[in-house]
């Protein structure tokens, strides 16, 4: 269950939040013995950024207080839910760095104990079928200042229940033709106590742990609390939506004979500026084609920001970061960016990539001349050693690096200017040459041979520079991923959050140019591309075909923008 540790990263200072101080106040009066918590997806969708909080915080107090985490599937709505989405859960738990023992649990494991339970629950008389449709039953529920009304099938006796509720699980009825509700209170001010539905009939579908056993599904506030009874689950953590169902959460448990009294604690949800966190916002970012699917690494789903170049240690100090608390909020982006930079600053190697290649030929360096240049893999650990270039006559640098009309302050070659080639030789613009359109095509330069890895005394050059060898350098596609959404709160004020995508969230560059050490890169691997940001390579890249995802950039470029 552990989670590696990383070196790179620190947390905020100590990891006391009101949760723990509950967890630590029931082991000292021993009311518990080991702490027990879980994680229980909906297995309808791929998990986000917002699940990775609540997978950090139950595996992680398990993990300091040597206890154990289940991880648990709600899967008690087939028509949304299959197979594909549970092993996407698992993979990206154990992503994370987190392990669960083998205890891998279904809420469908329990459907015969909770079918069971429902008779006892008719058996005691807090249970009735109710014939009223889904818009009557919404009709008599009433509303946050009007009590409900009782249905009209309320007070049917244990026998009619009984009997009504083993043919609904034989199948006799058709959907929406019933339910089993509880018979609680339709006066109650919380709307989830006015009777509740329990089950309702779903015919039709398979099933992708039942199959087609089952055609009577239960409800998730009364699966929910069962199953982590059943499991013998002692803090029962969940965000704070579900704060005003946990009068129905303790409803269940106090009613039935459970092994265990579970006890549900509710905490803030993750909300992130520049983008939805709602899984069926996401669905319908996938499946109406706006992203290129769950894995796209613009949406924030752990299985696109691990396809982006996030790590599992990034996201699991972020988590820590941003800490666990009653308070709604909504945390800015860059602090996500900002750890992650953080992150793979201290863990990736350099290398050097030029994304719109402008070509220079040094006319005074020989043309059949070749030599080694030496560059850092990193410059902040010598362990790494240390990679070659093979420098001659041509090479390639970025045409951002060029100006023939510089702006004031401007730092980088001109002509009759001077800049530093990263860890060769100081060269000088002697001439710019243009298409018949007056576009620059290619600078001929000079160099001084004795500025090779070092600064001559005298010598000033404001610039230093990246470049690649034209001798052997590659071609990459490099993709830039940015922010999907172009405001910090889409759709905000009711707005359609479709209108504020951000239309330059993938820009994609080909014919792009990386040193010759980046050949045998493989997908996954993470480097920093010198003065440009960090960079993966993703899993469609090819050793004939390499494509590199921007991960970051260097700094936060949306800083001067945000309002």
Not at 191 to 220: A, F
Not at 313 to 326: L, M, Q
Not at 370 to 395: Q, S, Y
């Amino acid at each position: 269950m552990s989670a590696p540790q990383t070196a790179a990263l620190s947390p905020a200072p100590g990891k006391t939040n009101f949760i723990r101080l509950i967890i630590e106040q029931d082991l000292a009066s021993g009311k518990h013995g080991r702490i027990h918590t879980r994680f229980p997806p909906e297995p309808n969708g791929y998990l986000h950024i917002g699940h990775a909080k609540s997978i950090v915080l139950n595996f992680g107090l398990a993990e300091d207080y040597q206890g154990q985490c289940n991880l648990r599937f709600d899967d008690t709505n087939p028509h949304k839910e299959n197979i594909e989405f549970v092993q996407a859960i698992e993979a990206d738990v154990r992503w994370l760095g987190y392990r669960w023992g083998g205890r891998t649990y279904f809420a469908s494991d329990y459907f015969q104990q909770l079918h069971d339970y429902a008779v006892d629950l008719i058996r005691q008389g807090l249970a009735y079928v109710c014939d009223l449709s889904a818009e009557e039953t919404r009709a008599y529920r009433g509303t946050l200042t009007e009590p409900g009304r009782d249905s009209p099938y309320r007070n049917r006796t244990v026998e009619e229940n009984l009997d009504l509720f083993a043919r609904m699980r034989a199948g006799e009825f058709p959907d929406g033709a019933r339910t089993l509700r509880a018979r609680i209170d339709m006066a109650s001010p919380n709307i989830n106590l006015r009777d509740p539905v329990l089950y309702r009939i779903k015919h039709g579908v398979t099933h992708h742990q039942t199959g087609s056993e089952w055609c009577l599904y239960p409800m998730y506030d009364y699966t929910h609390p069962i199953s982590d009874a059943l499991e013998g689950i002692t803090h029962s953590l969940c965000t704070l939506e579900f704060e005003d169902h946990r009068p129905l959460y303790d409803w269940v448990i106090d009613h039935l004979d459970l092994p265990c009294k579970p006890r549900q604690i509710e905490f803030s949800r993750l909300n992130l500026e520049y983008t939805v966190m709602s899984k069926r916002l996401l669905t319908q970012l996938v499946s109406e084609g706006h992203v290129e699917g769950w894995d796209d690494p613009r949406l924030p789903t752990l299985a696109g920001l691990r396809r982006r170049g996030y790590t599992p240690a990034a996201i699991r100090v972020f988590c820590d970061r941003i800490g666990i608390t009653k308070a709604e909020n909504r945390v800015e982006m860059s602090l996500l960016e900002n750890t992650v930079r953080e992150d793979l600053d201290a863990s990736q190697e350099r290398r050097l990539a030029v994304l719109h290649p402008l070509k220079v030929v040094i006319e005074d360096y020989p043309a059949d001349q070749r030599e080694t240049i030496e560059l850092a893999n990193h410059p902040k650990d010598e362990d790494r050693g240390a990679r070659a270039l093979d420098f001659g006559r041509e090479v390639w640098i970025d045409r951002a690096d060029f100006a023939a009309d510089p702006p004031k302050g401007y730092k980088r070659l001109v002509p009759g200017g001077e800049v530093r080639l990263r860890g060769a030789y100081v060269i000088r613009c002697e001439r710019v040459i243009k298409d018949a359109e007056g576009d620059v095509i290619e600078l001929r330069c000079s160099h001084d041979p004795a500025t090779l890895g070092r600064n001559p005394e005298g010598r000033k050059v404001k610039g230093v520079i990246h470049w690649v060898p034209a001798a052997s350098a590659v071609r990459a596609e490099v993709r830039l991923y940015d922010r999907l959404f172009a405001v910090p709160t889409p759709g905000a004020g009711g707005g359609n959050f479709l209108d504020d995508l951000n239309p330059d969230s993938l820009r994609t560059l080909t014919g792009c140019l990386v040193e010759l050490a980046l050949r045998g890169a493989r997908p996954g691997d993470g480097f920093q591309f010198e003065r440009e940001g960090y960079f993966v390579v993703d899993p469609e890249s090819r050793p004939e075909h390499l494509i590199f995802n921007r991960t970051v950039g260097l700094r936060d470029t949306w800083a001067s923008q945000s309002p």
